[in-house]
Every structure is written in structure tokens, then in C-alpha cells.
């Protein structure tokens, strides 16, 4: 069985803050009796948006890290690329609500935490050693029957 910890603690991880997004969406909802759409509340607005700007980029960050764990094996870098990105979003969020600052660097740390990770990922693949190996056929001949 191949166990993939790096993978599999980050992904629930994001998991935790994928429902803890949809719960500061629905609060908002609830408290200004808006079910549908956003009906032009800029708070409703703002946090659907940090929610779906979450699940846009989520999905790369988790398959890169699960692909990196997978070809190079658990390292403490990934598991700090995971816990950063994670902390990136959690400040991106919360700036969304009009700390600017925290919505500036939850987004360079997005950023950067998926560019680290797809080179990484293409370092992983191009610059691994490869063998080619060439296998000679050669003929032989069977002594006839007597």
C-alpha cells in the first residue's frame, strides 16, 4: 500500500477550511436573510468569492503536492509548502473581508506556493536521471536432430 502523509494531512486540512469558507458564506446569508445569489450584499459578495477563489486554486495545489509526494517521496519541504498554502488561504479569506493586507499576502502566498510546486513537479520529471537500457538479441542456432 503506498501512503501518501504529506498528501493526505493537507488534504484534509483544506477539507477543515473548505467547510469553515462555507460557513462564514452561510452565516452572512442567514444574518442578512439572503438565500440565493449574492442580492447585492458586498459582504455575501466578498465571502463567496474568497470560497469559490478557494476551490479554484485548491485543487491544483493538492494534486501537485500529492504528484510531488508520489515521484519524490515526504519531505519537510512539501509539508511546509502545505501548511503555507493553507495559511495563505485562511489570510486571503479574511482579508477579503477589507484587510487589504492579509488579501495581499494570502495571494502571493497562493502564488508563489503554486509555482513552487509545479517546478518542483517539472524539475522532478527533467532533471531525474534516466537509464536507457538496450537489450542485445541475439540468435542462436538448436543442433539439428539426429
Partial sequence: MIMLPVSLTIAAGAALLNIWLSMRVGRV???EKIFVGDGGNELVTRRMRAHSNYVENTAFVLILIALVELGTGSSLWLWGAGALYLVG??????????TMWARFAGTIITMLTQLGLAITALAAVYMTPTEIIATEIVETETPAAQ
Fill in 89 to 98: 488561504r485562511v489570510l486571503h479569506a479574511v482579508g477579503m473581508d477589507g
Fill in 29 to 31: 446569508r442567514t444574518k
